[in-house]
């Protein structure tokens, strides 16, 4: 959550409200704003001291977005990935940078990664700026264990920066021959460093403890830990249960349909090994707080619908008629309720593929009805970027990215407000292609 780019099965925390402050006045900030790459010029990243912000690459105190899958001409290389870098008004349109396998990558047996994708972020080394976790397809004959594939890009004064290092996974937490993949951040053992955990194989977990040194490696490690009937580690940790500790999402593989049966695995003192709460088969989870005197919601997307379950273990209340969507949530009015989006789809509610519907949290809970309903000016496909605070005014906002056919796409920045809770027009617009106008190079 991304953020971090958020991977569509993402567990996003927190919540998003909606509001009209001041509605007979016109609010300058929200004016659209074109990030023409070939028209905008090129600034410097804002430099920062340091901040225990969430996304927060430079240490400003303002989160920044990643945006994987660039579009781009034909279909050859990884594009690389793309940062747009905030301030304390919101996303720069010109502090954007491109990371690349060539640029930034460590090197496997002399040969650069042909994959290079943004899979999570997080304060790995402890010294106020995040760093991002980077996806490679590093080269392997097929003999023992694989390499690691993993690889970190260290946050700094100037941003990402520099040659990414790589994971070391120690051989003891290691099992078998898969890759150690799917990481997740999260502080799981309450110690307040940022720690990983991995796949390890079939359902078994890698859990490694931060903080991490400069060279990837973790503070400590242990064998693999155990997530029974549950193989895929997914989305982003969160303390569901208010104990101190963060909390993680195991999946089960999907079925042809995309469902999986899902559990929650509890964080403690020596990190996450008590599988929890179990949820009904979905293909996406997102938490939030939906109603006043809870304290963690789960909404659980599915072929059938969406199914909501408020105080996490409780049981299930009620369900949404929206298939095959994805769900994601965050406080968009700012009034400490999580509100929940849906984006894809198209059956049930009226909801298209290119539509993203919000249902405000409210103390009884979700209404079965969207209170806001954003429609892209660009048509096709629209997907959840991301759900964050990007202005500073305590009211997360919206990013949305439509994908308009081969090689074009539109990111918009919608942002929270009082009231109607997001804003119907965006305030700011881009697409991924004007990445590529900077150069094979951080």
Known sequence: MGTAAAVSCALLLAGCGGGNDGADRPDTRHRPVSMAGKGAAQQPVPQGKGSKADDDFNGDGAPDLVLDDLVHSGHGDDAGIGVVYGSRSGLRPGARQLLSARANGARTKGELPA???????????????????????PPYDGLGQPPVPLQIIFGSTQGLKGKAVKVKVPAQSRIGN???????????????????????????LTFLRGPFKRTGAPRAAGKPLAAPGNDLVTGRATDVDRDGYDDLLVRKAANASGAAAGALVLGGPK???????????GTDTAFGRFGKGRATDAAVAGPAGVALRYDVPGTLRSTLEAKNVAVDAGDLDGDGLSELVLSGGGSGSGGGAGEVRVFRGRATGLGTNATAL????????????????????KRADLVLRTYRGDGEDTVGVYPGVKGDLVARK????????????????A
């Not at 898969?178 to 078994?204: E, I, K, M, T, Y």
């Not at 990190?271 to 088969?281: I, K, M, Q, R």
């Not at 000016?377 to 959840?384: C, L, N, R």
């Open 115 to 137: 994959a290079f994708e943004s899979e999570a972020s997080c304060d790995l080394d402890k010294d106020g700026f995040t760093d991002l976790l980077v996806s490679t397809d």
């Open 271 to 281: 990190g996450p090994a008590e599988t929890g709460v179990l949820f009904p088969s």
């Open 426 to 441: 965006p305030r700011l617009t881009f697409s991924t292609q004007e990445f590529l106008a900077l150069g094979d190079g």
């Open 178 to 204: 898969d890759w150690s993949d799917q990481p997740v951040c999260g502080d799981f053992d309450g110690d307040g460093a940022s720690d990983l955990v991995l796949h390890a194989s079939g359902a078994r």
């Open 374 to 393: 954003v429609t892209p000016s660009a048509k096709g496909t629209t997907q959840v970027l991301a759900i964050a605070d990007f202005d500073g005014d």
